[in-house]
């Protein structure tokens, strides 16, 4: 199925771009063809570990925004459906729905039958809370909503569980989901590498390179990661 991923929630520091490489890792293990695009010019962090995978984009044209959809114009039948993870940085939303908007996108790829998902990824402040509402007020009915609880961003949702803004997304036919924590240090090792999942867990030399019971930890998680990812049909 072809799927147009917006990786977001908005503010700073919940995960984001994680979550965007993860999702890269699972289509790769799936083999499943992606494109990946990275849309934060401060830091990249989704084209340093999949370079192969995803380019930056700049949000602030739509020129630059177009570039989105361009895996879709050449669709084929009988071919391998395509997907795209937009991994978008901190205070992107006004500009991208500007650009929905004015290009009507969601009618548009309604009508290829290409899915859009919408994750919004969410800590345990009542920001969180506030910006999901913000999406789904933006967006309504269409696009399908993946509220994310970022086990490694917090613990408690109780927030997020007692809103209005979750039940309007659940209510029309959102997800809510728990990404699970990977152990912090064998998080900042595969970071200092600047490498995808699977090569951190298959490279064995240099200071960062993961132990054996870290490499274990990071498999499990990923395996974790995969069944809850598995649970959405994308």
């Known amino acids: ?6 990786i977001g929630g908005e503010k700073g520091g919940v995960g984001k771009s994680v979550t965007a490489r993860v999702l890269a890792q699972y289509f790769i293990d799936k083999g499943q063809p992606f494109t990946g695009f990275d849309t934060d010019r401060s830091h990249n962090s989704f084209t340093r570990f999949y370079a192969d995978y995803a380019s930056p984009v700049i949000v602030d044209s739509y020129e630059g925004l177009d570039m989105l959809v361009g895996a879709f ?3 084929g039948e009988g071919e391998a459906q395509p997907s795209v993870i937009v991994d978008l940085a901190a205070q ?15 009618t548009l790829l309604a009508s290829m039958g290409v899915t859009v998902n919408f994750w919004h990824l969410v ?6 809370v506030d910006l999901l509402d913000k999406l789904v007020t933006t967006y309504g009915a269409g696009p399908n909503y993946i509220v994310v609880k970022n086990q490694g961003r917090g613990s408690d949702f109780s927030l997020l569980a007692e809103s209005a803004a979750l039940k309007n997304a659940l209510s029309l036919g959102g997800k809510l989901i728990s990404l699970p924590a990977l152990h912090e240090a064998s998080m900042v090792k ?6 995808s999942f699977w090569a951190a867990l298959n490279t064995r030399g240099g200071p960062d ?8 930890r990071v498999k499990t998680w990923l395996a974790n990661t995969y069944s809850v990812l598995n649970g959405l049909a994308l």
Not at 1 to 6: E, G, I
Not at 123 to 128: E, L, P, T, V, Y
Not at 190 to 195: A, L, S
Not at 209 to 216: D, I, K, P, V, Y
């Open 123 to 128: 800590d345990a402040g009542r920001d969180s």
């Open 1 to 6: 199925m072809a799927s147009l991923n917006f």
């Open 92 to 106: 992107t939303a006004a500009p991208l729905s500007r650009w929905i908007k004015d290009s009507d996108l969601l």
């Open 209 to 216: 390179a993961l132990g054996m019971l870290e490499r274990q």
């Open 190 to 195: 595969i970071d200092r590498q600047n490498m």
């Open 73 to 75: 114009e050449d669709m």
